[in-house]
């Protein structure tokens, strides 16, 4: 049997994996599957608009996710019924004043560096794309190839897809701890007992880290980071955008982004916070979530507030995700994937399941063990 401790996306995904191989699998959440980071996300699934220095080794493994995510909302779809709502309609990231325009340029020729596929737009070439953008956008990157799902549907169907392939959901069961035999994970402490197992995926998102019984020399330095979002109802048959939007921030909103969905609700998020397991809304956070939506899209002012939240990303030392095999046999990682989960939720899914049942690591995620983090041994001459 093997367990799979969280319900999100990527724990539902290799579930679901597992399932359709015809393993007997049970995923474990300690509340209701696919609520926490899956359900807080935007969706966007934007490997190049969000591409960074100094995280270049992440890169091919977003754009390959990114290349499954059509199939496997279609997959979903067929097995489901539940439309996950793909968007191919692209991404925007635009600059107002002439710092980020310029600072904007700099990152188009970076993004080009890479060899991405991505457009320069003059501020009006890009309102004529999205024409309620501010008058003050003075230019802007598109990519195009960068798309967004909607992340709450993604969660739903995931859940339905895992439970018809035959897998087994514990929710609101709290996985208490792990437990060796002979160095190998042999089995999990539930509330109600102790269950034998033969392979163990920790899945848990910010919480992988805590974990009882985790052989040390295993467990993922993970923490959570916070992020504060809200949401805006547009009219679903006039929408403002269509497009996803990303704009300049500022220190606890280091870039806005405005997700639209195809029912009409605009995400709009997200503050960067190093809080713990605090998830409460603060007055200066939406503040400015709303500031700096306002000045890339001025339309956002008469729209009513339908929600405000804040979720956990799972962040890691790297802000990569920590994937696959243990030095804790029988224990795999699926883990800290900061603020890329959704995206790379397809991949994980895959990889994951393919390493559990052959003993292989694939090449797209050696660069993602976890001995990456291994302190350098001293040498002494
Ligand atoms: N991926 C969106 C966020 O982390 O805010």
């Not at 501010?134 to 990157?141: E, F, L, M, N």
Request: charged share 20%.
């Amino acid at each position: 049997m093997i367990a799979i401790i969280g319900g999100g996306i990527c724990g539902l995904g290799i579930g679901w994996r597992f399932a359709q191989a015809g393993e007997a699998v049970t995923v474990y959440d300690r509340g209701t599957a696919g609520m926490e980071a899956t359900w807080a996300a935007a969706g966007m699934l934007a490997p190049q608009a969000e591409a960074e220095h100094g995280e270049e080794a992440l890169l091919p493994l977003a754009l390959e996710s990114r290349a499954m995510w059509k199939d496997f909302a279609a997959e979903l779809l067929a097995a489901t019924g539940v439309d996950v709502d793909y968007r191919e309609e692209g991404t925007m990231v635009v600059g107002l004043d002439r710092d980020d325009v310029e600072h904007l340029e700099h990152r188009f020729s970076y993004f080009q560096s890479l060899g991405l596929d991505v457009e320069w737009l003059s501020g009006y070439e890009a309102r004529k794309r999205e024409p309620h953008l501010a008058r003050a956008v003075g230019g802007a990157v598109y990519s195009a190839l960068d798309h967004q799902v909607d992340n709450r549907k993604v969660a739903e169907a995931l859940r339905a897809a895992f439970l018809a392939a035959g897998g087994t959901l514990r929710e609101n069961v709290e996985v208490t701890g792990v437990s060796t035999a002979g160095g190998r994970i042999s089995a999990i402490d539930v509330q109600d007992g102790t269950v034998t197992t033969d392979a163990v995926v920790l899945a848990a998102g910010a919480w992988s880290r805590n974990l009882a019984g985790l052989p040390e020399i295993s467990r993922p330095p993970v923490r959570p980071l916070k992020g504060q979002m809200v949401a805006v109802q547009m009219e679903p048959q006039m929408p403002l955008i269509e497009t996803v939007i990303w704009g300049p921030g500022n220190g606890v909103v280091p870039s806005i982004y405005l997700a639209p969905k195809s029912n009409g609700r605009l995400i709009i998020g997200a503050t960067v916070e190093e809080m713990g397991f605090d998830t409460g809304l603060t007055a200066g956070g939406i503040m400015e979530l709303l500031r700096l939506a306002w000045d890339v899209l001025p339309g956002i002012y008469d729209l009513p507030l339908v929600e405000s939240w804040a979720g956990l990303r799972p962040a890691s030392r790297d802000d990569a995700p920590i994937l696959g095999p243990t030095p804790t046999p029988g224990l795999f990682l699926a883990t800290g994937h900061h603020r890329n989960g959704i995206l790379l939720a397809p991949l994980t899914a895959k990889a994951i399941c393919d390493c559990v049942r052959n003993g292989e690591v694939g090449s797209s995620i050696k660069p993602f063990l976890l001995d990456r983090f291994e302190k350098p041994v001293a040498v002494n001459v």
